[in-house]
T-cell receptor, first 115, second 114 residues
Framework: DSGVTQTPKHLITATGQRVTLRCSPR?????VYWYQQSLDQGLQFLIQ???????AKGNILERFSAQQFPDLHSELNLSSLELGDSALYFC??????????????FGPGTRLTVT | AQSVTQLGSHVSVSEGALVLLRCNYS??????LFWYVQYPNQGLQLLLK??????LVKGINGFEAEFKKSETSFHLTKPSAHMSDAAEYFC????????????FGKGITLSVRP
């Protein structure tokens, strides 16, 4: 158990809908990272927050947004969902803000299925 | 831009045999390199990482990797495979810039035959 929790574990929704994925980092970790894992794209970095502020951005679509709250939990919002958004979404956390220095601890993921 | 190439998508070895998973990277700055393991229905777990210093890095579960700058490689090895090593393995690269991020390879699935 990494100490990172993600809810829900599974999510099934229809095209055009909006969903929110939630992540609670390990106690004491200030950074939260979001990743998307799909068969065709592999594991892709989406976005990072550090102590409430956006720190780094990856291949995140404009239909997707995220935020980190004062209690450091984070939410990833996916809107106008398409079939291609079906994937496993991971959250990871680390103590510091520099991705290369601090070990990232991954949650178990949320499996999103868009029908 | 950084990138990681993991040749092949699947490796199968016999229990007790050597495990060799290949990783080549591309980076315009000195890289930080990582190997992660993903067991079925779980998140990723860090096996080992190279930052600076000794080029042979030892990780958990008996795995090690060697950074070879001249070959731009960071191959993962384990002398003797165990059934519990069956999983997916990801190589990743990062820099230390202000917007540093982990860039992952496609991953390699390791199967271990009894």
């Amino acid at each position: 158990d990494s100490g990172v929790t993600q809810t829900p574990k599974h999510l099934i929704t229809a095209t055009g809908q909006r969903v929110t994925l939630r992540c609670s980092p390990r106690s004491g970790d200030l950074s939260v990272y979001w990743y998307q894992q799909s068969l065709d794209q592999g594991l892709q970095f989406l976005i990072q927050y550090y102590n409430g502020e956006e720190r780094a951005k990856g291949n995140i679509l404009e239909r997707f947004s995220a935020q980190q709250f004062p209690d450091l939990h984070s939410e990833l919002n996916l809107s106008s969902l398409e079939l291609g958004d079906s994937a496993l979404y991971f959250c990871a956390s680390s103590v510091g803000g520099t991705a290369g220095i601090y070990e990232q601890y991954f949650g178990p993921g949320t499996r999103l299925t868009v029908t | 831009a950084q990138s990681v190439t993991q040749l092949g998508s699947h490796v199968s070895v016999s229990e007790g045999a050597l495990v060799l998973l290949r990783c080549n990277y591309s980076s315009s700055v000195p890289p930080y390199l990582f190997w992660y393991v993903q067991y079925p229905n779980q998140g990723l777990q860090l096996l080992l990482k190279y930052t600076t210093g000794a080029t042979l890095v030892k990780g958990i579960n008996g795995f090690e990797a060697e950074f070879k700058k001249s070959e731009t490689s960071f191959h993962l090895t384990k002398p003797s495979a165990h059934m519990s090593d069956a999983a997916e393995y990801f190589c990743a690269v990062s820099d230390l810039g202000a917007n540093s991020k982990l860039t992952f390879g496609k991953g390699i699935t390791l199967s271990v035959r009894p």
